[in-house]
């Protein structure tokens, strides 16, 4: 079962119902996301949505989440627009790497999972930032941006990476394992 | 079943980041005013409705578990007042600051001067949700006047200029933003006054030794930088000077007048750069 994952159609509900959940996610994110701060530091669920699709549905899929995930993200940051689209693609690929793993994996595996992930999504994204001349995004900052966004994630993960499995194989999803 | 062909995900990935690698050369040659902004206003006119609405649900939750009934007003109530006083203790420094800079800027030409200023009061909807700049969203945007590169004040100072205005909304980016550099001045000292995140004090630099500036002292902005804000607006204390010797600057740290963590309400200052300026832009 696991093998036919990375190869059944994205169709038009499962794209439909990540772009449902992409959009709720984008009102978590300006609402909660904007409100809560741990240690100064807001979640990045956006994030959070493209390492999921990765790991729920492999590199092809968790590029193509991350990237749409990434976009409207920049939709209301004042980083350079299409910074979040180009980092979370890559993110979203490097997660789906992981998916044949995670799909039967326990939930540690999904919180650590999730947790590198977002971890390296952050990094990545102030490094290229910086390389495009916003060198302020890389400062001691970063790490608690990196930590604590990487413990909010792995947490977010255990309730987010279902709700993924529920859009992408909206077929087969009740029939699987919880994590 | 399909044959597995491990190329596609890599094709994709490569479209996809050639894609994402050309929209961000795109927005790069566009600036603020091309479609990013556009987009960004369509963003803002479709999401914001939705945002207000569910913060309209939520926020009396958490203001009840916080205290009384109508905390909520109480507090709206208390933000006013103390954007009022604020307003009167800014005239004041204004004032102050004037009078020690009558005879330097009354020597320059049709300087407008801050007070004179209309203003625009806005709510501050929330904090942005982003790791890596320090911005504010305003309930006001360009259908209450709100333009890019207006300044914004509150309290007792400058808290920071608007970087993106939509329909309703408008985006400041604070003065305490690493990426926000903002022209200073105490009497004849002019400096260039640099964020260093929240809650941190700014950083002055370009002050010489030996610099007549002294612990206390409020800095306004000088009006300088091709006049990419008025001058005269309070920044502020001065609450550091350190004088290495053999160092051809000092170290001054100023600390904003403004709590940036508490905001609630602040005024736009309508205030266009003078674009014909030598050297602006």
Not at chain 2, 13 to 18: C, D
Not at chain 2, 224 to 235: A, E, H, R, T
Request: positive net charge; glycine residues 12%.
């Amino acid at each position: 079962m696991t093998a036919a994952v990375g190869e059944r159609r994205f169709n038009a509900v499962a794209r439909s119902q990540v772009l449902l959940v992409l959009f709720m996610a984008v009102v978590l994110q300006l609402t909660v996301g904007a409100e809560l701060r741990l240690f100064g530091v807001h979640p990045d669920l956006m994030l959070l949505v493209a390492v999921s699709g990765g790991l729920v549905g492999g590199e092809e899929r968790g590029a193509m989440v991350g990237f749409t995930a990434g976009l409207l993200a920049d939709l209301f940051l004042q980083a350079p627009f299409g910074l979040s689209a180009l980092s979370f693609t890559i993110i979203g690929y490097a997660a789906g790497l992981f998916s044949g793993t995670i799909v039967r994996a326990s939930w540690p595996m999904v919180f650590f999972g999730a947790s590198l992930a977002s971890a390296a999504g952050e990094i990545l994204y102030a490094l290229l930032g910086a390389g495009l001349g916003q060198s302020q995004m890389v400062s001691d900052r970063l790490g608690p941006i990196v930590g604590v966004v990487a413990v909010l994630n792995g947490v977010g993960a255990l309730l987010v990476v279902p709700v993924m499995r529920w859009a992408i194989f909206p077929d087969t999803a009740s029939g699987r394992r919880r994590w | 079943m399909a044959v597995r062909r491990p190329t596609r995900p890599r094709f994709v990935l490569l479209l996809l980041v050639l894609t994402a690698g050309t929209i961000i050369t795109l927005g790069y040659r566009t600036q603020a005013n091309g479609y990013v902004g556009k987009l960004k206003g369509y963003a803002s006119d479709v999401f914001s409705p939705v945002q207000s609405g569910v913060l309209d649900v939520f926020r009396p939750v958490g203001s009840f578990f916080r205290g009384a009934f109508d905390y909520g007003s109480l507090r709206k109530q208390n933000a006013t007042l103390k954007a009022e006083l604020g307003s009167a203790r800014r005239a004041g420094t204004a004032a102050a600051s004037q009078q020690q800079e009558l005879q330097a800027l009354t020597q320059l030409e049709k300087l407008p001067f801050a007070p004179s200023l209309h203003q625009i009061a806005a709510e501050v909807v929330d904090t942005g949700f982003g790791n890596y700049q320090l911005t504010l969203e305003l309930d006001r945007g360009s259908s209450a006047g709100v333009q890019v590169g207006m300044p914004v004040v509150s309290g007792g100072g400058l808290v920071g200029r608007v970087v993106q205005s939509n329909r309703s909304t408008s985006t400041v980016l604070l003065l305490t933003d690493p990426s926000s550099s903002i022209g200073v001045r105490d009497g004849s000292v002019i400096g260039v006054a640099s964020g260093q995140g929240l809650g941190q004090a700014l950083r002055v630099d370009y002050i010489f030794a030996p610099a007549k500036v002294t612990k206390g002292d409020v800095m306004v902005t000088s009006g300088l930088q091709g006049g990419l804000l008025p001058p005269g607006i309070p920044v502020g204390r001065i609450n550091r000077v350190r004088d290495h010797t053999g160092d051809l600057q000092e170290e001054v740290n100023i600390a904003p007048l403004v709590d940036m963590n508490s905001l609630e309400f602040v005024d736009v200052l309508v205030w266009e750069p003078p674009s014909t300026l030598p050297g602006a832009g």
